[in-house]
C-alpha cells in the first residue's frame, strides 16, 4: 500500500458545496471520511456524490445504541456501498455481533460488498485523567483500549480506531487481535498544531507503531496550500519506510 493510500482525510465541513470543493481541490485523495456533521447536513447524498467520482469513503457516524437500533442503522448504512463503518465498542458484544449481521444484508440486498466494521476504543479527545476520574474506568488507558480491541475481535469486526499511542501495544500484545485493521486519528505531522486531540503522533511514528490508515483532517484541509500539505504528509511517510 502506498503512503497516498493510507491517508484518510475528513471532510469535517457543513455542507455538501464545501464537502465537493474540497474533494475537487484534491483529486489525489482517494479515500474521504464522512462524519456527524456533514451527514448531518447534506444526508446520504454525499455519499452518492463520491461514489460517483470513484472515491473510497469512511462512513464514521459512531453508532452507540442498543443492538436492534444498531442493527438497523447498519442495514442501512451498508445499503451506500461504504467502506468503512464505524461504531462504538461500548455498545457491547451485542450490539457488535449484531452490526455484523446487520452489514451483511443490508449489503447483500444492495448487491455490493460489506463495509469493513471500525469499532471506536476509547475517543482521541480523552486523556488518561478523564478516563480515570470523568467516566471511571479502572484500567489504565492503554490497558482499556485493548481490552476493547480483544471484544472487538471477537465480535468479528475487520478493526479498530484508537489513538496511535495504543496501536503499538495493540500489535505487540494483542494475542488474537494482532491482525486487526487499525484506523488511527489523532495523527499530527510536527509541524502542525495538535488542536483538540490528546494523544497525537506524527504519519511516521503512527506507520512504525502500526497504524494501517491515518485520519488526517486540518494539517491538509486548512494548510494555505492543502494540495502541498498532503504531498509533504505522503513524502514523509515514503522517506520513513524505505
Same mark, same amino acid.
Given at each position: 500500500?502506498? *503512503?497516498?493510500?493510507s #491517508?484518510?482525510v475528513p471532510?469535517?465541513v457543513?455542507?455538501q458545496a464545501e %464537502?465537493i470543493a474540497?474533494?475537487?481541490r484534491? *483529486?489525489?485523495?482517494? &479515500?474521504w471520511k464522512?462524519g456527524?456533521?456533514? &451527514?448531518?447536513?447534506s444526508? @446520504?447524498?454525499i455519499l =452518492?456524490q $463520491?461514489?460517483? +467520482?470513484?472515491k473510497?469513503?469512511f462512513?464514521d457516524?459512531? &453508532?452507540?445504541?442498543?443492538p436492534?437500533t #444498531?442493527a438497523g442503522a447498519? +442495514?442501512?448504512?451498508a +445499503?451506500y456501498? =461504504?467502506? &468503512? $463503518?464505524t461504531?462504538?465498542?461500548t455498545?457491547g458484544k451485542a ?6 449481521e446487520?452489514?451483511q444484508?443490508? %449489503?447483500?440486498?444492495?448487491?455490493? *460488498? *460489506?463495509?469493513?466494521?471500525l469499532? =471506536? ?8 485523567r478523564?478516563l480515570a476520574?470523568? $467516566?471511571?474506568? @479502572?484500567?489504565?488507558?492503554?490497558d482499556y483500549?485493548?481490552?476493547?480491541a480483544l471484544?472487538?475481535k471477537?465480535?468479528g469486526?475487520?478493526g =479498530?480506531v ?13 494475542g488474537n %487481535? ?5 484506523v488511527c @486519528? ?8 495538535a488542536?483538540?486531540?490528546?494523544r497525537?503522533m506524527?504519519?511516521a511514528?503512527? #506507520?512504525?507503531d ?5 485520519v488526517?483532517?486540518r494539517?491538509?484541509?486548512?494548510a494555505p496550500?492543502?494540495v502541498?500539505?498532503y504531498?509533504k #504528509? ?9
Amino acid at each position: 500500500m502506498s *503512503p497516498s493510500d493510507s #491517508i484518510i482525510v475528513p471532510l469535517d465541513v457543513s455542507s455538501q458545496a464545501e %464537502a465537493i470543493a474540497l474533494v475537487d481541490r484534491l *483529486p489525489q485523495v482517494g &479515500f474521504w471520511k464522512v462524519g456527524l456533521e456533514l &451527514f448531518v447536513s447534506s444526508g @446520504p447524498d454525499i455519499l =452518492v456524490q $463520491l461514489k460517483r +467520482r470513484e472515491k473510497r469513503i469512511f462512513l464514521d457516524l459512531k &453508532f452507540h445504541d442498543i443492538p436492534n437500533t #444498531i442493527a438497523g442503522a447498519c +442495514r442501512a448504512a451498508a +445499503r451506500y456501498g =461504504v467502506d &468503512f $463503518l464505524t461504531i462504538h465498542a461500548t455498545a457491547g458484544k451485542a450490539g457488535l455481533e449484531a452490526a455484523v449481521e446487520a452489514a451483511q444484508q443490508g %449489503a447483500q440486498a444492495a448487491g455490493c *460488498p *460489506p463495509p469493513r466494521l471500525l469499532a =471506536v476504543t476509547v475517543l482521541t479527545s480523552i486523556h488518561s485523567r478523564a478516563l480515570a476520574l470523568e $467516566l471511571r474506568v @479502572p484500567l489504565a488507558l492503554s490497558d482499556y483500549a485493548l481490552q476493547m480491541a480483544l471484544l472487538v475481535k471477537e465480535s468479528g469486526f475487520a478493526g =479498530v480506531v484508537c489513538s496511535p499511542q495504543e496501536a503499538k501495544k495493540l500489535r505487540r500484545f494483542g494475542g488474537n %487481535a494482532q491482525d486487526l485493521l487499525i484506523v488511527c @486519528p489523532g495523527v499530527r505531522p510536527s509541524w502542525a498544531a495538535a488542536d483538540d486531540q490528546q494523544r497525537v503522533m506524527t504519519p511516521a511514528q503512527a #506507520i512504525a507503531d502500526g497504524a494501517n490508515y491515518l485520519v488526517i483532517g486540518r494539517p491538509i484541509t486548512q494548510a494555505p496550500d492543502p494540495v502541498a500539505a498532503y504531498e509533504k #504528509i505522503c513524502h514523509e511517510i515514503s522517506a520513513s519506510v524505505l
